[in-house]
């Protein structure tokens, strides 16, 4: 029996848990997060799961090489900051262990398990809102909106920032990621990206072919620096070095 693997984005999860819950009522928000792991262990059913924890990114690789990355990011409530040690706690409590590395992100520890399991043959899917996990899907590689109810798939994504799956990372590297602090090429937003990734397969077609006239190639010219760092930026790494065992995270069905 081949395995399958459930990944749990957890502080994604439970960020838009705390947001839903009345502010400060401890009690509902770890009823609803303990009730969102149930429900994604029976709606799944897989053979193991990992809770994926960030480790910071105040000194990650990406904060080395860009020290604006996520620099706009809003702390984390300080009512929910005071409860996560004890929500973690309950939640692996139902059975689900945690892995968490310093100054890792966990968006790279997710695509290293995943990547990992997958090359063995297992099924991984990734319990996730983040649209940055679209580099990964593949045949043994998912995600699901556990909030919506449905897959998020290539051709979500493709509705979604309109491109497909394999310009996902060059359209970042162009058009940028507020959210994540991405900086892109400056004056190039999300619709000239999509037109310059219909002329060109990829970032490194763009550069290697003539730059657009006009204002445009300027653009792009003289920020070619800005744009190869963006691709840098979002691209998820997998090949962190984790001290685990897939064996460590089987779960027992009868607690599902």
Not at 108 to 126: E, Q
Not at 163 to 175: G, K, M, N
Not at 181 to 197: E, R
């Amino acid at each position: 029996m081949s395995t399958s693997l459930l990944l749990i984005d957890a502080l994604n999860l439970i960020r838009r848990i705390h947001a839903a819950v009345p502010a400060g009522d401890a009690n509902a928000l770890f009823e609803r997060c303990q009730q969102a792991l149930t429900k994604a262990r029976r709606q799944h059913q897989p053979s193991h799961a990992m809770l994926i924890w960030d480790g910071g990114h105040q000194h990650s690789w990406r904060r080395d090489i860009y020290p604006d990355y996520k620099s706009q990011r809003k702390p984390m409530p300080q009512d929910l900051a005071d409860n996560l040690s004890q929500l973690r706690q309950a939640l692996e409590q139902q059975g689900v262990q945690s892995v968490q590395q310093d100054n890792i992100e966990a968006d790279d520890i997710i695509a290293t398990v995943a990547s990992k399991v997958a090359s063995r043959g297992g099924h991984v899917l990734i319990l996730s809102t983040d649209k940055g996990f679209g580099q990964l899907h593949s045949s043994h590689i998912s995600q699901w909106d556990h909030f919506s109810g449905h897959a998020i798939d290539a051709e979500l994504l493709q509705q979604k920032v309109g491109v497909p799956q394999s310009q996902l990372l060059d359209f970042w590297a162009l058009a940028g990621d507020s959210g994540n602090g991405i900086p892109g090429v400056p004056g190039i937003g999300k619709k000239t990206a999509q037109q310059l990734l219909q002329q060109q397969p990829s970032l490194a077609a763009i550069y290697a072919n003539d730059l657009p006239e006009g204002k445009l190639g300027q653009k792009l010219a003289e920020h070619k620096a800005n744009a190869r760092l963006s691709y840098q930026l979002v691209r998820l790494r997998r090949n962190i070095e984790l001290n685990i065992n897939l064996s460590q995270f089987r779960l027992n069905k009868e607690a599902s």
